[in-house]
């Protein structure tokens, strides 16, 4: 059975930073791209990064870029969310996800981890 479990949200002031893991249970995604959404309340799942299966290319949301980085290291089966200069409208649950064999869709997702930026 596979499993995403994201940890390490939380309550933070704006400026401040945290650091999100998922690590992959059930099988292994070296070889796919992973990427973390974000939904905060009252709006739509929203693309915040991703990263392909060596870890060699990553893409970043409009509100991510700059601030965010993804990384993955393919040996613990994680997948890790930098985030920076944490704003109050950043505030969502944040959700990983693993894209399908494929490479369209997103197959896989955890149940999310809330992070709360006060102003």
């Known amino acids: 059975q596979v499993q995403l479990v994201e940890s390490g949200g939380g309550l933070v002031q704006a400026g401040g930073s945290l650091r999100l893991s998922c690590a992959a249970s059930g099988r292994t995604f070296s070889n796919r791209a992973m990427g973390w959404f974000r939904q905060a309340p009252g709006k739509e799942r929203e693309f915040v990064a991703g990263i392909n299966w060596s870890g060699g290319s990553t893409s970043y949301g409009d509100s991510a870029i700059g601030r965010f980085t993804i990384s993955r290291d393919n040996v613990k089966n994680t997948v890790y969310l930098q985030m920076n200069s944490l704003k109050p409208e950043d505030t969502a649950v944040y959700y990983c996800?693993?894209?399908?064999?494929?490479?369209?869709?997103?197959?896989?997702w955890g149940q999310g981890t809330q992070v709360t930026v006060s102003s």
């Open positions: 996800t693993v894209r399908s064999a494929l490479g369209g869709s997103w197959e896989y």
